[in-house]
Nanobody, 124 residues
Framework: VQLQASGGGLVQAGDSLRLSCVAS????????MGWFRQAPGKEREYVAA????????LYADSVKGRFTISRDNNKNTVYLQMNSAKPEDTAVYYC??????????????????WGEGTLVTVSS
């Protein structure tokens, strides 16, 4: 599975942005998908995940209520809708996949595939 993230850019605080991650290969519907981010000088951190069933999502406290993760299995794509962006959301965002993964376990970094990142910069 290859993952390609896109949609990053420069936005102002309070603005919205939607990231996309397209997965190549088959069996996308069997993969739980997640988003992680890494800010300059910091370790990579978990952002959100959606399980392969599509029914369960899990968010980091820092983004809960502002970000929404969703998936479209017909397009092999997972999205991260970022609303009310804050300067502290500035980071390179990575999508990740775990076959039949559980969101809670993905949160701990149990990932099968990583995609290349897309840079999000939020100005104050």
């Amino acid at each position: 599975v290859q993952l390609q993230a896109s949609g990053g850019g420069l936005v102002q605080a309070g603005d919205s942005l939607r990231l996309s991650c397209v997965a190549s290969g088959r069996a996308f519907s069997s993969y739980s998908m997640g988003w992680f981010r890494q800010a300059p000088g910091k370790e990579r951190e978990y952002v959100a995940a959606i399980e392969w069933t599509g029914g369960s999502t899990l968010y980091a406290d820092s983004v809960k209520g502002r970000f929404t993760i969703s998936r479209d299995n017909n397009k092999n794509t997972v999205y991260l809708q970022m609303n009310s962006a804050k300067p502290e959301d500035t980071a390179v965002y990575y999508c990740a996949a775990a076959r039949y993964g559980r969101a809670g376990i993905m949160r701990r970094g149990n990932i099968d595939y990583w995609g290349e990142g897309t840079l999000v910069t939020v100005s104050s």
